[in-house]
């Protein structure tokens, strides 16, 4: 098996401690079953998918029951059998937040087979293409997005598609089992990807703390026997999961600010989306179950499963073992990446990688935050080159203009400037709160602009029509006047010439 | 001694000479003094600062040395922006019953309007659509919230709703 060499590393970043071994020590539980599925509608990217079934009605496992609303969005199905409870509105995590969306709520029942499926025959490329957006595919690393969407993007050649194991939150170990159980069919759905983009190589991209995987992986590209698949294993260094970050890290070149990794050659796609790629080609299986990390001290029985799409979360944490005692925090996505909600009735998504529980009593008391004391430790691990400090220093001076020249919207909230800071600043949560604001800011500008500009317009015609008619009426004044001066002298010139004639 | 009374005096000319070249060139006018406190201020053409709009506020403190704390939407945070900007001192922005603002937006109920044309008139953007004898309504993009056009309306069909609503 050949190697693919490393460049380097990428720029920034920090060491974290691993917290994998909570959860990855378990085979990916496959057996559990929801007595419910909220499954939402709403789409990470693009607008909702519409219902297309009615209360009521039986549903079987694997059927579409919400159509995309638009070419590129994919659409959603049924990811257990059994009857739709009703259809309404249901918080759901979307982007780093919770918002609410219309969900299908289905009562499952455990008839369990999935509605007959056959591998789908393409008739050509763009069909292919379709067939996955009904297929519901999505990026599975956590950001969701359309994969016929990035596998479709052809401003300019791909000549390496890099299938992202690496994994570096230190809690989530989802890729690293599925990686260790189904390297063949990862690597195969792989090739299916190679071959639509028309690259020449893949590279596996799996962090060094991840034996097993790599092992797994190395022994499949031996079976598969294929020579333009190669394997990199990268230092563990946060945040390597970054597609630019990975970009950097194997070709050397950095993606510049706006563009994407397709602009220097490469397509990252992860490696579950490899797998439901191929559970689709190989089975018609549409995109229905994901695997998540329930971990953290929080739970009983920390694991991987493999999870129907729309599960709700507090059934899932029930799956593995319930609560261990008063959890005080309830974490979606990673400790570094993901956000903390304030309720398990949520469902999970596609783009749910990971649970974290944390134990209220094994939780340390937050550190006391310092005024930031310009030590410049933020700055060298800021994997986007930007300057922590000083974003903050224009954050609380509210100056809108210089975030924006010092490129708040690049940030990737990745947390290392918060890792690193003495004075544990909490960096990140301010970054997101001055994105938040400097778009509002935007807009209401754009709002006062153009009101400025539509009051000018009001006075300038309002005083217009004023001195309009000021005019008409002293030209009238004026006409009055004139007009009735020559009347009165002619009539005078009348009445004295009749005088005279009369004597 | 003398060449070097005769160096600076010749130093001190030239510089003079710069300096009132250079103030004759970057001089702003009023205007442009106006211009920029406008661009400070919300925009939302509000009148309650006491000025018909904002243009006219900008330049009643430029020309009247009117109060830079006076409106309302803008809140402290204007105040501090202009006070930054003049060079004056910072006060707390006056109260106002109900601050303008531009999360809001007017909403015309549509039966109960009788096309009184009154609310058209009041807007200072241009907001509303209507005519005579015939239902008015808002264009909510255009809207600022400024509320105007609530006192003139005789059956009091118009009330705020949120922008994003
Ligand atoms: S959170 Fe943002 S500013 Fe901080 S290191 Fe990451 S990218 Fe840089
Ligand atoms: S690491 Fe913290 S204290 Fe040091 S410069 Fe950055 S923000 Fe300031
Ligand atoms: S009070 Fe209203 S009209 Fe006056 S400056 Fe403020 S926004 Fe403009
Ligand atoms: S519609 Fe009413 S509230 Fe809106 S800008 Fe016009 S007058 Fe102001």
Not at chain 1, 87 to 114: L, Q, R, Y
Not at chain 1, 301 to 319: D, H, M, R, S, W
Not at chain 1, 469 to 486: C, Q, V, Y
Request: neutral net charge; glycine residues 6%; hydrophobic residues 35%.
């Amino acid at each position: 098996m050949l190697k693919y060499p490393l460049f380097q590393s990428f720029y920034g970043g920090v060491h974290l401690e691993s917290h994998k071994n909570t959860s990855n020590h378990k085979q990916i539980a496959r057996d559990f079953l929801p007595s419910r599925l909220i499954i939402p509608m709403n789409q990470q990217f693009g607008s909702d998918a519409i219902p297309s079934v009615k209360v009521g009605q039986l549903i079987q496992k694997g059927e579409v029951i919400g159509k995309p609303a638009e070419k590129n969005t994919t659409a959603v199905h049924a990811s257990c059998s059994g009857r739709v409870g009703a259809i309404e509105k249901h918080p759901v995590p979307t982007a780093g937040k919770v918002s609410t969306s219309t969900c299908v709520i289905i009562e499952t029942n455990d008839e369990n087979n999935i509605a007959a499926q056959k591998p789908p025959l393409f008739k050509n490329h763009l069909d292919k293409l379709t067939a996955i957006n009904h297929a519901g595919i999505v990026g599975l690393g956590g950001a969701a997005f359309p994969t016929a969407e990035k596998l479709n993007r052809k401003s300019s050649h791909c000549e390496m598609l890099i299938l992202n194991g690496a994994e570096c939150e230190p809690y989530i170990s989802c890729d690293d089992l599925l990686m260790q159980e189904h390297a063949t069919e990862v690597l195969r759905g792989a090739l299916a990807m190679m071959e639509i983009v028309g690259a020449e190589l893949t590279v596996v991209v799996i962090e060094k703390d991840k034996p097993k995987a790599i092992e797994a992986i190395s022994n499949a590209i031996e079976t598969i026997g294929s020579k333009c698949i190669r394997l990199t294993d990268i230092p563990t260094m946060y945040p390597t999961g970054g597609e630019r970050q990975l970009v950097e890290a194997l070709t050397g070149k950095e993606v510049p600010s706006g563009k994407y990794p397709i602009d220097v050659g490469c397509i990252c796609q992860n490696v579950g989306t490899a797998y439901a790629l191929d559970c689709f080609f190989q089975l018609g299986e549409p995109l229905i179950n994901r695997i998540v990390t329930v971990t953290g001290q929080g739970v009983k029985n920390p694991q991987n499963v493999a999870v129907p799409i729309g599960a709700p979360i507090v059934e899932l944490i029930k799956f593995c073992g319930g609560y261990d005692g008063e959890v005080s925090q309830l974490i979606l996505g990673g400790n570094m990446m993901g956000y903390t909600v304030d309720t398990d009735q949520l469902p999970v998504t596609k783009s749910t990688n990971c649970i974290i529980t944390t134990k209220k009593a094994t939780t340390p008391k937050p550190f006391e935050i310092w005024p930031c004391i310009r030590c410049g430790e933020c700055i060298p691990v800021c994997p986007v080159r930007l300057l922590p400090q000083q974003i903050l220093k224009a954050y609380e001076n509210k100056n809108f203009e210089e975030l924006g020249k010092l490129g708040l919207s690049e940030c990737i909230e990745c947390g290392c400037c918060d890792v690193v800071c003495p004075s544990h600043i909490p960096l990140v949560e301010n970054f997101r709160k001055a994105k938040h604001l400097r778009m509002q800011e935007i807009k209401s500008s754009e709002l006062s602009n153009a009101a400025q500009k539509r009051y000018e317009l009001k006075t300038q015609r309002l005083s217009s029509q004023h001195a309009n008619t000021e005019k008409l009426h002293a030209d009238l004044k004026e006409s009055i006047k004139e007009s009735s001066k020559n009347d009165m002298i002619k009539a005078a010139v009348e009445r004295s010439k009749k005088r005279r004639d009369k004597k | 001694m003398a060449t070097a009374t005769v160096i600076f005096a010749g130093i001190a000319i030239v510089l003079a000479i710069l300096l009132i070249v250079s103030s004759h060139y970057l001089s702003t006018t009023e205007n442009e003094v106006i211009d920029k406190i406008e661009s400070l201020l919300p925009r939302i053409q509000c009148a309650q600062c006491g000025y018909p709009g904002c243009r006219p506020y900008a330049a009643a403190i430029v020309t009247d040395k009117a109060d830079i704390n006076l409106c309302p939407p803008g809140g402290n945070e204007t105040v501090r922006r202009l006070a930054k900007f003049l060079g004056s001192d910072f006060s707390p922005v006056t109260k106002y019953s109900t601050t303008a603002n531009l999360n809001e937006i007017a909403f015309i109920s549509e039966e109960l309007c009788i096309g009184c044309n009154l609310c058209l008139r009041a807007c200072p953007v241009d907001a509303i659509v209507g005519t005579h004898q015939s239902m008015h309504t808002v264009i909510s993009d255009h809207c600022t919230g400024c509320r105007l056009c609530i006192p003139p309306c005789p059956v009091d069909c118009i009330s705020l709703v949120s922008r994003n609503a």
